[in-house]
T-cell receptor
Framework: EAGVTQSPTHLIKTRGQQATLRCSPI?????VYWYQQALGLGLQFLLW???????NRGNFPPRFSGRQFPNYSSELNVNALELEDSALYLC?????????????FGPGTRLTVT | GDSVTQMEGPVTLSEEAFLTINCTYT??????LFWYVQYPGEGLQLLLK?????DKGSNKGFEATYRKETTSFHLEKGSVQVSDSAVYFC???????????FGPGTSLSVIP
């Protein structure tokens, strides 16, 4: 069974540009989560989608947005990129909502903003 | 607000040494507690979890006990291997609709 996949593996952008990151969950999983892993800041929760709806959002500005498609894949968009947005962005998926369902993580997209 | 604190790393141990990685949390109510592991070049994997006080989670020789009185969930392993070298994250989740809150991670290096 294929795991969570993310693309691209690496992304280099300049300040002010927009970045789009993509995530394909494990087949059958309906929940998708996005996290930012910045150096020295640990893992910060960004967004949670389930059945196409945004269920929860972390403490990030509105220029971080996303969506979940009917096939449960997801996109994270970051507008007006800032240098501090440089980080590893991790996507995770689960069978359903909540603590009973283990989150499976993808390998991440490394975003570098110059 | 809710938070998770872990011991500072990096931790370096010799093979077969005893491992303890301390984790304490601040949260109201009765959160579920987790340990995740991130091996070099890979995504995070759930290592173990505990959903109520005095529960013990265990997997791959690792154990952690949910201690409500000390708000702790320390990770232990009796004999570490080189293959255990990774970053370990302690985390909590309060309810099914809450986000998972991660600690900063503790890097472990096991040398032969």
């Amino acid at each position: 069974e294929a795991g969570v996949t993310q693309s691209p593996t690496h992304l280099i952008k300049t300040r002010g540009q927009q970045a789009t990151l993509r995530c394909s969950p494990i087949s059958g999983h309906t929940s998708v989560y996005w996290y930012q892993q910045a150096l020295g800041l640990g893992l910060q929760f960004l967004l949670w989608y389930d059945e196409g709806e945004e269920r929860n959002r972390g403490n990030f500005p509105p220029r971080f947005s996303g969506r979940q498609f009917p096939n449960y894949s997801s996109e994270l968009n970051v507008n007006a990129l800032e240098l501090e947005d440089s980080a590893l962005y991790l996507c995770a998926s689960s069978l359903g909502q909540g603590m009973a369902y283990e989150q499976y993580f993808g390998p991440g997209t490394r975003l570098t903003v110059t | 607000g809710d938070s998770v604190t872990q011991m500072e790393g990096p931790v370096t141990l010799s093979e077969e040494a005893f491992l303890t990685i301390n984790c304490t949390y601040t949260a109201t109510g009765y959160p579920s507690l987790f340990w995740y592991v991130q091996y070099p070049g890979e995504g995070l994997q759930l290592l173990l979890k505990a959903t109520k006080a005095d529960d013990k989670g265990s997997n791959k020789g690792f154990e952690a006990t949910y201690r409500k009185e000390t708000t702790s969930f320390h990770l232990e392993k009796g004999s570490v291997q080189v293959s255990d070298s990774a970053v370990y994250f302690c985390a909590l989740q309060k309810t099914s609709y809450d986000k998972v809150i991660f600690g900063p991670g503790t890097s472990l290096s096991v040398i032969p």
